[in-house]
């Protein structure tokens, strides 16, 4: 079973291939739809089997192949062209482009983890024979100084590793002039680790190295809960990043093709646009007629034709014919980039927000550190030894340290992340569903959010339907592809040619007909307000087709949902006036605007910010991103411009919208989830506080005391599990 | 007391030990492709050579 190798469509992928110093070259690329083990050996066979090629793996859980080829001339093209065949669309990506460095975080985070957990397990059995000593059980003085001297080899090294991150954020904190959580973390284990080298030295009892390291344990546990989270999303957007500037097939002086990566045409070149592709850069039509969708740059439902000495803008799909265009602006002066910008700045204004945890440190942390200085002189004051007094302040600080702080909220948030995850929910943050839970007014999109996206047949009678099937099955145009679904299968039309922009024409059952725009079957003058189709036989009645926009089926129910939820809601669409009147009408949404530019969006956002009001936007197409970027919290479909995707902070796959109701839903529990959690801490603290002020703690009650509240936090975030289940 | 100063060094030792072959394994890679290491596992060698 021989794969054929086809040259002339294999794209020229070289520039994406990196050399190596050993004189062999590698290629990495992002696989769409190997999601099996059978997959991935039907890949890895066939790619290794190609001649030149010395390794191809296939990473299962992101979906990229590595290729290696064993000359710095690798072919590129074949590769691809293979994967074609196998039916797996390959792009090539820049893994430069990957966020490398946030990977080194993540394995730092599990080393410090693993630090810690070893540091608290080996510190923690040297304590018990000391706990042991607590109960009055022998334990000879030189015994217990044998123990702790021991605990604080293991311990110490381990805590100073294990602490980094933290005594690093908070030292970053400080220098801003604020004090975030890691402020008393750090201050709490470095006054810990003190003490109890003093007290170590002096044969006292009261040393807490096990309790240092197992609070950056469980603390670490927290951090790397979130940092995965993060981590998880960030990896998704940086794919689409990859995906969103694959490459532009340049026709060079020499009339050959070249895919260029995006960024490296340059003005005044031409490119070929085929059918079906993404216009890449700003550009004059210099051959070829077609219909350019706009959706996703305005919003606008109709295809607008173009033909020879048009412009045309990045981002606008090619629908029907093939284009050659020169180029008129780089990638980065196109008017997508224009739009990339206004997200930015409104990506900006989200990182200002202040997350729950460090709201509640910002109350927290002024609150026990007067409360441990207030021991500490207060026992001065009532005749305690200076020692004493500053034991009794630390155990203050060990006992209510804010283990629960750091672990109540991420642990609430991977949980309820991973809820809405198996509701085809991808959450990017666990600010974003915080943001989310705070939601009061909600912003729809009309096209591709509202409805679904594509034009579907609508008022045709069955027999019209049955003649026009053939043609519109030998047709590639959308609107002929929605009536052919329509339709299910049948015969198809043959000697069909397919004029661009026109229409299509052919012979069904002998009889020459015709299947286009008005003009295209013989009548001029005619232009219905829905996007329409004509049929016509030669010399005969022209029968015609209506497609419109469908609703989604659950959208009245989840407005209708949101409604009940005491959220507030509006339509904001760059379409026409008609289509989005009739919408808001069906779905009972009293506030609407139309023909909104993406700068109009993104100033509504603004003027309902500055009202006080809180706005989730929903939408998916590039006139939508600033505002989704400018919006208090924003989602996006699975389906939409990448760029979308990425400004939103939850996407949402699947066809219905359920999804935006149930993510609030869920964000909300986890809000709550996350208070009761904030709500036992504070109880836990009030309760533990006078038990340290008046020296009842020892290293044995804050061990117990320390977990046991973690353990409370994360039972209660387990809860998760079961809310928002219908 | 003596059988203290031998037992708590090997159980340092083995907790090290332990720590020791983590980072190996974090090392190696081997929580890259969690998923694709679950497949492989079933694939049997001889399927590489027929393509």
Redesign the interface.
Known sequence: MALTYDLARAPDLSAFLRKDKDGSAHLELLVKGAR??AC??KI???V??LPDVSMAR?????GRLAVRFASPRGDTARVVATLDKLGYPATPFDPAKAAEAHDQES?RL??AL??AG?GA??AM??SVPVWAGLFGQELGPA?RS?MLW?SAI?ATPCAIYAGLPFFESAWRSLKAGKANMDVPISVGVILTLFISFVETFLNGRDAYFDAAVSLLFLLLIGRWLDHRLRARARSAAADLLALQAPAATVLGQDGLERIKPLSDVAVGERILVRPGERIPVDGFIEDGVSELDNALLTGETAPVDVRPGDTCRAGAVNLTGQLRILAIARSEDSAVAAIARLVEAGAQTKSLYVRLADKAASVYVPVIHSVAALTFFGGLAFGLGPREALLRAVALLIITCPCALGLAVPAVQITASARLFRKGVLVKSGAALERLAEVDHVVFDKTGVLTEGRPRLIEAPAEALALAAPLARASAHPLARALAAEAGPGPRATDVVETPGQGVEGLIAGRRARLGRASFVGLEGVRGGETELWFAYEGETRIPFRFSDQLRPDAAQTIAALQALGLSVEILSGDLEGPVARAAQTLHIDHWRSGQTPQDKAAVIDALTAQGRKVLMVGDGLNDTAALAKAHAAMAPGAALDASQNAADLVFSGEGLEAVADSIGVARAARSRALENFGFSAVYNLGAIPLAMFGFVNPLIAALAMSGSSLVVTLNALRMHGAGRR | ?GI?LIL?PI??AL??A??GA??WT?RSGQY?????DA??I??DDS?????
Not at chain 1, 58 to 62: A, K, Q, V
Not at chain 2, 32 to 36: K, M, N, Q, S
């Open positions: 099996c083990a991935m050996s890895e066979s066939a290794a089997s296939l990473n299962l859980t992101e394995r599990i080393l693993a630090v070893f397990g080996n059995m040297f015994t044998i021991l293991v | 007391m203290i708590a159980s340092m907790g090290l332990g720590l983590f980072w974090l890259d492709d969690p998923a694709g497949a492989r079933l694939m399927d590489n050579r027929i393509g």
